[in-house]
């Protein structure tokens, strides 16, 4: 495929497929259809392409060069400044692009004269909108990854750009989390002086001509979101410095959570499906409603190995981090298979209620069923892995309850754990069900090879 195919396609693509987007960034700006406006694609290569939409006419042109030298392309005569940009530097990227991109998103920094200068640390694409406002643009709109807004590596851009108020709004796309991470984006909405941030999700799937208008979840200022020390600007970072000003305590002021025994099992040998070794080691998985699985992975203990560092007591809430992120499960009372010790694995968050603060069941319920449980899906949206880390999950707002809350949650746990025993009758006898059968396919499978044949 040549190169110049590839050209007409992406001028193609642009001119009849991005109707949706080019609606959702005037939405985020607020601009008409009458108003012009410039967009800069950036595809990886050394090309960049310039699109110019004035009075209902789109033109697309084709640039040698860099984002950057696009924008000082824009600034100059004879162009007439609109006021108005979107960038789009998501287009066309793929997970391995994206390194290759920021290793030349630095170089064109180094060899770039902006009219501002860089913190320490890199910048990457975040570079392209604050040059943008350098230059003379008003307000730009920039699709990149979100992982951007979320990652260590550009703590000291995202801090620069809130420090000097430039951030107007951030959209966040609504994807599932299974999506690819370069399909995981957002539009960040830049301007000069801005005492607060909008935090929107907007619907965009590339093929919707109305757009998409923002639907704003939270505001705050600036000033608090550099409080985090990532300084983050995930949904998740915005509603966290939204409850911080309402001043609601955490869940990690009511609870603990407690250390991984994973390290320390592997140390001691690893997992066998053994039932006779001492210790048993679960995860989310391990429960069926709530009942403890009757057979699974078990492990020996040694002299090194803390067992009362690790092991699970009743009212412990188990919160899955990485396959089955978000899952929640609360620990019975009564715990344990055959009354074995259990502790749980390193892909499994604990924490441990406060029981002076709160009753264990209220901040289950709040995790698994309320509130707390989109918090833990914006937690996962602001890990670029959709793993939760335990700092995110210890920042969650606490459920703010009642006496009466705590006695209805009192109750209800009883009358769970009295159903619970029920049910763990019922999930033994189907799982020796299950070995029997386990037995007939094997015996069936050695009458097999020695040669027996089906009636007829």
């Not at 992975?297 to 560092?309: G, Q, R, S």
């Not at 793993?387 to 705590?406: C, F, G, K, M, Y």
Request: include cysteine.
């Amino acid at each position: 495929m040549s190169d110049n195919y590839l050209d007409t396609e992406v001028q193609r693509c642009l001119l009849t497929n991005n109707d949706g987007r080019r609606q959702i960034v005037r939405n985020l700006l607020g601009l008409d259809s009458s108003s012009p406006i410039y967009a800069i694609y950036d595809h990886l290569r050394s090309k960049t392409y310039l699109e110019s939409i004035c009075e209902g006419k789109t033109e697309v042109d084709e640039l040698h060069g860099s984002t950057l030298e696009a924008i000082d392309h824009l600034a100059e005569p004879p162009h007439v400044n609109p006021g108005h940009l979107h960038i789009d530097l998501f287009e066309d990227v793929r997970d391995e692009g994206i390194a290759r991109q920021e290793r030349r998103w630095e170089a064109e920094i180094l060899a770039h004269e902006g009219m501002l200068d860089r913190t320490t640390g890199p910048w990457g694409p975040l570079y392209a909108a604050i040059a943008s406002i350098g230059y003379g643009f008003e307000r730009v709109a920039v699709r990149i990854p979100c992982a951007y807004l979320s990652s260590r590596k550009y703590t000291s851009a995202r801090r620069h750009l809130l420090e000097q108020g430039l951030i107007e709004r951030v959209a966040y796309v609504r994807r599932p989390l299974s999506a690819p991470s370069h399909e995981r984006d957002c539009y960040l909405i830049v301007s000069e002086a801005n005492d607060t941030i909008a935090f929107s999700y907007v619907s965009d799937d590339g093929r919707n001509d109305s757009g998409s208008q923002p639907f704003t979840i939270a505001k705050v200022p600036p000033e608090h979101l550099l409080l985090d020390p990532e300084a983050g600007m995930s949904m998740f970072n915005a509603k966290i410095a939204q409850a911080r000003i309402d001043g609601r305590m955490r869940v990690g002021d009511i609870a603990e959570i407690l250390s991984s025994a994973g390290s320390a099992v592997r140390r001691n040998g690893g997992l066998s499906e053994d039932s006779r070794l001492p210790i048993r080691y679960i995860s989310i998985v391990d429960f069926e409603h709530g009942a403890l699985k009757p057979r699974g992975k078990y492990c020996k203990k040694h002299d090194t190995f803390e067992l009362e560092k690790y092991e699970l007591k009743p009212g412990d809430i188990l919160v899955a981090r990485n396959a089955t992120a978000g899952s929640v499960q609360i620990v019975p009372h009564e715990v344990g298979d055959n009354l074995k010790p259990l502790i749980a694995s390193e892909n499994v968050l604990v924490l441990r209620p406060n029981k002076g603060k709160i009753h264990p069941y209220v901040l289950y319920c709040y995790l698994a069923f309320g509130e707390g449980k989109a918090f833990i899906n914006d937690c996962r949206e602001a890990a670029a892995t959709g793993s939760i880390p335990p700092r995110h999950l210890a920042d969650i707002p606490a459920p703010v309850v009642t006496e009466a809350d705590q006695a209805n949650a009192a109750l209800l746990y009883s009358e769970y754990q009295d159903a619970l025993k029920d049910y763990d009758e019922v999930l033994h006898r189907i799982s020796d069900i299950e070995e029997k059968s386990k037995h007939v396919a094997r015996m069936i499978h050695l009458h097999t090879g020695r040669g027996y044949r089906n009636l007829e």
